[in-house]
């Protein structure tokens, strides 16, 4: 039974370890983006997500464009990981080698909140709430 709970209390003490470091790893590549690069990211977010089968119809995006924005953010990673955050970098992926991934899901939300910020986008984005059926949706909330 101690060996259980010594096991149990490893356990926790690594992921908890591990996101501490997944954590000082994506504070330390927010903190050292500016809201250009961050804008940049989003593009390049943009970019990447148009490129699925079901939506490149809707995106008429250049392929020197799309380019630019690959080698943009391939050197932005690079200063981010090498210049940057080098230490946490380092601290991160020998502790959890996810932790790169889930320390940019978060560079990429921030990323993200950068446009979101705009009127227009919000405005966009709402557009869906004026061809919504709230009784139906008041009705399922009652039943």
């Excluded at 501490?20 to 961050?38: I, M």
């Excluded at 380092?90 to 932790?99: H, L």
């Excluded at 991934?101 to 950068?114: D, I, K, S, T, Y």
Aim: aromatic share 6%.
């Amino acid at each position: 039974m101690k060996k259980l709970i010594g096991a149990l209390i490893l356990s926790v003490s690594s992921m908890v370890s591990m996101q501490a470091s997944a954590n000082a790893l994506g504070e330390c590549l927010v903190d050292a983006l500016n809201g250009k690069e961050r804008k940049e990211l989003a593009k390049w977010i943009y970019f990447s997500m148009a490129a699925h089968p079901d939506i490149i119809e809707f995106a008429n995006i250049a392929d020197d464009a799309r380019l630019n924005s690959d080698k943009a953010v391939g050197a932005l990673v690079t200063r981010l990981l090498g210049e940057d955050c080098p230490a946490q970098f380092k601290a991160a992926v020998q502790v959890d080698p996810m932790a790169t991934q889930r320390a940019f899901e978060l560079v990429g939300q921030v990323a993200m909140g950068e446009l979101m910020q705009n009127m227009k986008v919000t405005q966009a984005i709402s557009n869906y709430a004026n061809y919504m059926d709230m009784s139906v949706i008041q009705a399922a909330a009652t039943q």
